[in-house]
C-alpha cells in the first residue's frame, strides 16, 4: 500500500491552455474522488468515481473540466481552456466500497497566469 | 444538505499545553464525522472519526474528540501539545457511512510555540 499519488505535484500555466492532472489510487479501492481546495478554505467536492463510473458532478464542475477512471483504475482531470480562477490545490482520494475513511493524495496546486 | 463550521481561523498554543479545536455540523440526521490535519505540502491525512456508539473518539496521535448531538459539535483535543502538531485541522461531515461526498470545514491552522 503505497498510498495516493498524484502527478505533478505543481503546475503553472498561462491562461486559456489546457491541462492535466493524474490520480493513482490505493490498489484495490473502487471510489476514486476529486477535491479542490482553494487558500484559506477547506477541500470542496468535485466528482466521484465507483469503479470506472462516474456518479457525480458537483456544481463546481464546469464545462470545462472534464474527468476519467478508465478501467477503474487511474485518473485523469482535465481543465480546458483555463482561467485564473481555476488556480487551487486539487486534491484525489480513493476509499474501498462500504467506507467511508477517505485516503488523500498530496494534490496537484495548479496556478493559472 | 451538511456543513461544517470551525468558528476559529488561527490557533496559537504553547508546547506541552492542551489544545481544543472545535467544530460545529448543521445536518438533520446522525452525521458521520471526521478530523483530518494537513501539513504543508501534504495531502490530508484522517486522525479519527465518529460513526457510531461511544461519543468519545480515539484518534492517531493522541487526538480525540467527542461527539455531543445536543450541540452538534464535534471538538478535537488533544492533553499535551507536541510542535510537530503544528499544521491545519479540518472537520468534515458525510450523511452516511457510504456518503462519497465529505462536505468539510474552512480549517483551524494550529500554530505551536516553544
Known amino acids: 500500500d503505497t498510498g495516493v499519488s498524484q502527478d505533478p505535484r505543481h503546475k503553472i500555466t498561462k491562461r486559456g491552455q489546457n491541462v492535466t492532472f493524474r490520480c493513482d489510487p490505493i490498489?484495490?479501492?473502487?471510489?476514486l474522488y476529486w477535491y479542490r481546495q482553494t487558500l484559506g478554505q477547506g477541500p470542496e467536492f468535485l466528482t466521484y468515481?465507483?469503479?470506472?463510473?462516474?456518479?457525480?458532478k458537483s456544481r463546481l464542475l464546469s464545462d470545462r473540466f472534464s474527468a476519467e477512471r478508465p478501467k477503474g483504475s487511474f485518473s485523469t482531470l482535465e481543465i480546458q481552456r483555463t482561467e485564473q480562477g481555476d488556480s487551487a490545490m486539487y486534491l484525489c482520494a480513493s476509499s474501498r466500497d462500504s467506507y467511508n475513511e477517505q485516503f488523500f493524495g498530496p494534490g496537484t496546486r495548479l496556478t493559472v497566469l | 444538505a451538511q456543513s461544517v463550521t470551525q468558528p476559529d481561523i488561527h490557533i496559537t498554543v504553547s508546547e506541552g499545553a492542551s489544545l481544543e479545536l472545535r467544530c460545529n455540523y448543521s445536518?438533520?440526521?446522525?452525521?458521520?464525522l471526521f478530523w483530518y490535519v494537513q501539513s504543508p505540502g501534504q495531502g490530508l491525512q484522517l486522525l479519527l472519526k465518529?460513526?457510531?456508539?461511544?461519543?468519545l473518539v480515539q484518534g492517531i496521535k493522541g487526538f480525540e474528540a467527542e461527539f455531543k448531538r445536543s450541540q452538534s459539535s464535534f471538538n478535537l483535543r488533544k492533553p499535551s501539545v507536541h510542535w510537530s502538531d503544528a499544521a491545519e485541522y479540518f472537520c468534515?461531515?458525510?450523511?452516511?457511512?457510504?456518503?462519497?461526498?465529505?462536505?468539510f470545514g474552512a480549517g483551524t491552522t494550529v500554530t505551536v510555540r516553544a
Open positions: 468534515a461531515v458525510g450523511a452516511s457511512s457510504n456518503d462519497y461526498k465529505l462536505s
Open positions: 468515481f465507483q469503479n470506472e463510473a462516474q456518479l457525480e
Open positions: 445536518y438533520g440526521a446522525t452525521p458521520y
Open positions: 490498489s484495490e479501492h473502487n471510489r
Open positions: 465518529y460513526f457510531s456508539g461511544d461519543t
